[in-house]
């Protein structure tokens, strides 16, 4: 049995500042080791509870944050930039039975630790088939395409309780509890990695391939920006469409489809902030 852990870093333990999840601070630097335990921590769960591998995919920004010198010896990790689904590449391998999102947080326009939607700002909303999607329910429909469950969330406690809504079966664990964007009641190192390590063993038992997830009627996903220029922007992209002066939305028949135009989309977005302006 192989788990995927797709590993975040925003909702990691003792997060709560920009400068901790950005790569060449001080505080990134000291933030890594904790990132790392808590992703330690839910591979000696699930080998606790009987998985056989584990593989970690790098998440978060330039997907070079784990100390791969203090990894868990039996867990691989795949790390680096530019693959085919982001954040839950390895999904599509047909050896994985199960995913947990380690260090996730809360969507773009919520509250929530350093809440956004693939980019840390400029992002304020995103739906999909009219519903608010987090990072979380975008990459659990992916996962339900290829039919593996989520089994496992960690972060704060709005992504705690965001996950409820697109993975209702999981095991969760809140490792800080929001006060605001930039503030938290955190628990120590110690205390998250036994609470992460036994909701992971306890969760092996959820996992196990399922019918593969199909929307018939496909995905219809709308992004609304703080500017008008990014809207102009990611209306570049064949088949995304303009609807406001803000706002852009595209339709596609399958989750592949529809994360991997998300992604070209926010690349666009990104590319058209300017450093004062937005």
């Known amino acids: 049995m192989r788990i995927l852990i797709s590993a975040d870093m925003e909702g990691a333990t003792g997060v709560t500042w920009p400068a901790d999840v ?24 699930f080998f606790d509870g009987g998985a056989d591998e584990v593989l970690i995919n790098e998440a978060h920004a ?42 996730y947080h809360a969507g773009a326009g919520r509250d929530g630790v ?28 992916v996962a339900a395409e290829y039919g593996v469950p989520v089994i496992l969330v960690t972060g704060d406690d709005v992504t705690c309780e965001d996950a409820a809504t697109y993975a209702p079966r999981e095991q969760t664990v809140a490792v800080k509890d ?9 628990r120590p190192p110690r205390v998250t990695a036994s ?58 028949g399958t989750a592949w489809d529809m994360i991997r135009c998300f992604k070209a989309v926010t690349t666009l977005i990104s590319a058209a902030i300017e450093n004062a302006y937005g």
């Open 195 to 252: 609470a992460i390590r036994s909701a992971a063993a306890s969760a092996v038992k959820l996992a196990g391939r399922r019918e593969p997830a199909r929307e018939t009627a496909g995905f219809r996903v709308e992004v609304e920006v703080d500017a008008a220029q990014l809207a102009q922007a990611a209306a570049i992209v064949p088949t995304v469409e303009r609807t406001g002066e803000r706002s852009v939305a595209y339709r596609s």
């Open 22 to 45: 950005e790569p060449g601070t001080e505080q990134w630097q000291r933030c890594r080791h904790m990132f790392t335990s808590d992703v330690n921590a839910a591979v000696a769960g």
């Open 62 to 103: 330039t997907m070079r944050n784990l100390l791969l010198e203090e990894l868990d010896e039996r867990a691989v990790m795949l790390t680096g930039r530019h693959k085919d689904l982001s954040m839950v590449e390895g999904i599509q391998q047909p050896d994985v039975s199960a995913v947990a999102f380690v260090g």
């Open 114 to 141: 350093l809440a956004h939607t693939y980019l840390p700002n400029s992002i304020t909303g995103v739906r999909v088939n009219g519903e608010p999607a987090s990072e979380g329910a975008l990459n659990a429909l």
């Open 178 to 186: 929001c006060v605001s964007r930039y503030s938290a009641i955190c």
